[in-house]
């Protein structure tokens, strides 16, 4: 293959990983996929080679941390004293954050679903809605922690590969 190319694919593939980083925080930017899009395309280099078994572990990684990603935040809602009130308003509030407030609705909508969940159906307990939507919100930086993690993990392969293959 014609180093051209390669250079090509590595560069995008570095812009990639930076914006997968970036999209660990920021949401509607997908962080790990866009992580291990840049791994595949080192991988089309003709100096770089990952073996299938990295390639498919690392994409079934992506994958549960994509899905998992969803659900922390509903787990968050449950696990520090929500109801289903909570953890259905957590949801629910996940749906119509990304679709009514984007890219904030992702965080701020199961916090105060969870929250106003908790209030409709418990009415004045207060406490329990600020536990709840706390729980939400803790689910949030938690997978964005297992998010970042991931895609570091990934960033680290994918430095050293350009780094031995520069090298040799």
Same mark, same amino acid.
């Given at each position: 293959m014609d180093l051209t190319i390669d250079i090509v694919l590595m560069v995008f593939g570095a812009v990639l990983m930076l914006t997968g980083i970036i999209g660990c925080i920021v949401p509607f930017l997908p962080g790990p996929p866009l992580c291990y899009v840049a791994l595949l395309l080192a991988? %089309?280099?003709s100096s770089i080679q990952f073996s299938t078994n990295f390639l498919l572990l690392w994409a079934v990684i992506v994958i549960v941390i994509s899905l998992i990603d969803y659900l922390i935040p509903i787990w968050g809602a449950k696990n520090f004293g929500g109801t289903k009130a909570g953890m259905w308003g957590s949801a629910i509030g996940l749906v119509l954050g990304i679709i009514l407030l984007p890219p904030i609705g992702v965080i701020v909508g199961p916090v105060v679903g969870a929250f106003i969940g908790e209030l409709a159906v418990h009415g004045s307990d207060v406490g329990t809605a600020i536990k709840s939507a706390m729980g939400a919100l803790i689910? %949030?930086?938690?997978?964005t922690g297992l998010k970042l993690t991931v895609s570091f993990v990934m960033t680290f392969y994918f430095v050293k590969e350009i780094i031995v293959s520069f090298a040799g």
């Open positions: 991988h %089309f280099t689910g %949030f930086v938690l997978s």
